[in-house]
């Protein structure tokens, strides 16, 4: 548990101190088998050195710019950005002024379940979303997460359907192609127009899955994607999960406002109604520009996106600490070998199908990476992108209609080598709301997906984007002389008006 802590300095902010709650692995398993420590040095079972971790825990807890300095780092891959969320800015809620509930613990078979999910993320990576439905290793991941006693995903009558495996569950994640409309049409942006293509990764190409390998990558090895495992002569539309790992790999920054540019961009040129209250929407007289027009949003949703991004960081570095799904699952591989004894793991993700295909596929338990050089180097709740994106979407959400239909649905062929139209059941039932919860929960899941964050960083994350974007539009809503409101549908399918 970390004590209140009050970091604001500004007279205008009158804020009761909040109180950060953490799970307890750190103190509840030996030798911090429960936390974050990739960069650390680790012996050959991938545990890290444990006087080096309380050397870097009182560094971080100190808050102290020369202590966190001289963690000392195995192979000198830095950390990132541990002092972010400490930031205080002008304007908006303190980086610490809002908190995320206890991830699942370690031994939970709520972790065990995400754990799960995840190694068939990894199994299914190739598997086109168009064939989700009748795909047998999707309906095997389907069967296995139906068994898992506490997985907390969208279900139907009780089991998780394959139309819904791996999916968000806020209102609009059920309906339509798995990936958002706001992924698939053109950016106008001025007088330039994207179709949006994307380079690509050759398929069946994972990282980290042997165990010397995982080693030196949790001692800091920074493996990076070389330029020949990119093909930038064939770019192509969001196809497969890996595809869609690929994009958060690489967004612009990076950080997934750029997704919620493109979808401002799109929704502005594309003529998308606004919110009833936005103050222009019925003027004779006057257009919204600087305020309440285009350049007001666009600048809104990056000035949000890296807010977000700080409150994220605090949850990381200073609450939770929470390991990496790399390192959780280098556990369940010495469990199973019998290289450690581990006797806290859940016995379901043991007995996981999806664990005994990995093993089958790869010669080991470990979760196969999207990204050669496996997970970023900072812990992993809350997650910098679904955190993002939580906040983005809201903005978008209130200021636009969100029952606004979206015309002419599309989706990526099995290739993605071109966008098709998208004529199940449902297609007229396309929200603008519907779809920008989508996108946020595209861009959260394609990091798990990449096998670097959970299920529950991406809920919870999304849940704290989406307060901290209410929190600022309410603090901003005097700085106007137009009289306007903003309303927004929360993930949880409740309406606030601000």
């Known amino acids: 548990m970390s004590p209140p802590v009050d970091r604001s300095t500004r007279s205008d902010v009158d804020a009761l101190p909040v109180m950060h709650v953490s799970n307890g692995d750190e103190n509840l398993y030996p030798n911090y088998l429960g936390s974050y420590s990739k960069g650390l040095s680790h012996n050959e079972f991938g545990e890290v050195d444990p006087a080096v971790y309380r050397q870097y825990l009182r560094a971080i807890t100190s808050e102290d710019p020369d202590q966190i300095e001289r963690i000392p780092l195995a192979e000198g891959r830095p950390l990132t950005n541990p002092q972010a969320g400490l930031a205080v800015d002008a304007v908006g809620p303190p980086s610490n002024a809002m908190t995320i509930p206890p991830a699942p613990r370690m031994d939970s078979p709520e972790l065990s379940a995400e754990a799960v999910e995840l190694y068939w993320m990894a199994l299914c990576r190739d598997v086109p979303f168009t064939r989700f439905a009748d795909d047998r290793l999707v309906a095997a991941a389907a069967d296995d997460l139906s068994r898992m006693s506490d997985y907390r995903a969208a279900k139907r009558d009780g089991r998780v359907d394959p139309d819904f495996v791996f999916r968000g569950d806020t209102p609009g994640d059920h309906a339509g192609p798995f990936i958002s409309q706001f992924f698939y049409q053109p950016v106008q942006f001025g007088t330039y127009r994207t179709e949006q293509r994307q380079d690509t990764v050759a398929p069946n190409r994972d990282y980290a899955t042997t165990f010397e390998t995982y080693v030196r990558l949790q001692n800091g090895w920074n493996r990076s994607l070389a330029a020949s495992e990119r093909d930038q002569a064939n770019r192509r539309y969001l196809a497969t999960p890996r595809d869609l790992a690929h994009w958060v790999h690489y967004d612009a920054g990076p950080t997934p406002a750029q997704a919620f540019i493109n979808a401002a961009l799109i929704m502005h040129y594309a003529g998308t109604p606004t919110d009833a209250g936005n103050p222009y929407v019925d003027s004779k007289t006057q257009l919204g520009f600087s305020t309440f027009g285009i350049p007001h949003l666009l600048s809104l949703v990056t000035e949000v996106a890296n807010r977000a991004l700080r409150a994220a960081w605090f949850q990381k570095w200073y609450v939770h600490r929470r390991l990496r799904p790399e390192a959780f699952c280098s556990r369940v591989h010495n469990r199973i070998t019998g290289r450690r004894e581990y006797e806290f793991l859940d016995r379901e993700v043991l007995d996981s199908d999806a664990v005994d295909r990995v093993f089958s596929k790869f010669g080991s338990y470990l979760l196969p990476q999207a ?128």
């Open 371 to 498: 990204f050669p050089e496996g997970s970023p180097t900072h812990p992993s709740y809350a997650a910098g992108h679904a955190t993002a994106s939580g906040a983005c979407a809201t903005i978008l959400k209130a200021w636009h209609e969100e029952t606004a239909i979206m015309p002419n649905p599309v989706q990526a062929n099995d290739s993605g080598t071109e966008l098709v139209p998208y004529t199940g059941t449902d297609a007229d039932r396309l929200t603008v709301g519907g779809e920008l919860n989508k996108l946020a929960a595209n861009v959260g899941v394609g990091r798990n997906m990449a096998g670097v964050h959970w299920r529950s960083d991406f809920v919870q994350s999304a849940k704290l984007g989406e307060s901290l974007a209410i929190e600022l539009l309410r603090e901003q809503k005097s700085w106007f002389n137009e009289r306007h409101r903003f309303s927004v549908t929360r993930f949880d399918g409740t309406t606030v008006t601000i």
